[in-house]
Nanobody
């Protein structure tokens, strides 16, 4: 299993941008499907975006598709989530996850999770 550490969260105003980073260690990360999830208080965790090992397959939840961009730098073992035009409803803990599956599906099994980074968007 790889170990995942997220960074880049913070408190911003609506319309601002943030870039989250997830750095992996302990494995050949280019073979892993990576994803960002988020969970707001009182709500279920939801998958936000996912990216296959060589960036050929991308997934976004509809509510972020035109505002967020997931990318990865396998040489740095890092996955990014660029978040633009943030909205108060984006407020949540954001978590990075890794899977040995090749492509994202709703039934993807996630093998490793990070501890999360908080994103708070004020109106």
């Amino acid at each position: 299993q790889v170990q995942l550490v997220e960074s880049g969260g913070g408190l911003v105003q609506a319309g601002d941008s943030l870039r989250l980073s997830c750095t992996a260690s302990g494995g050949t990360t280019s073979t892993y499907l990576m994803a960002w999830f988020r969970q707001a208080p009182g709500k279920e965790r939801e998958s936000v975006a996912a990216i296959s090992g060589h960036s050929t397959n991308l997934y976004y939840i509809a509510s972020v598709r035109d505002r967020f961009t997931i990318s990865r730098d396998n040489a740095k073992n890092t996955v990014y989530l660029q978040m633009n035009n943030l909205k108060p409803e984006d407020t949540a803990g954001y978590y990075c996850a890794a899977s040995s599956d090749e492509y994202y599906t709703s039934t993807t099994k996630w093998d490793s999770w990070g501890q999360g980074t908080q994103v708070t968007v004020s109106s």
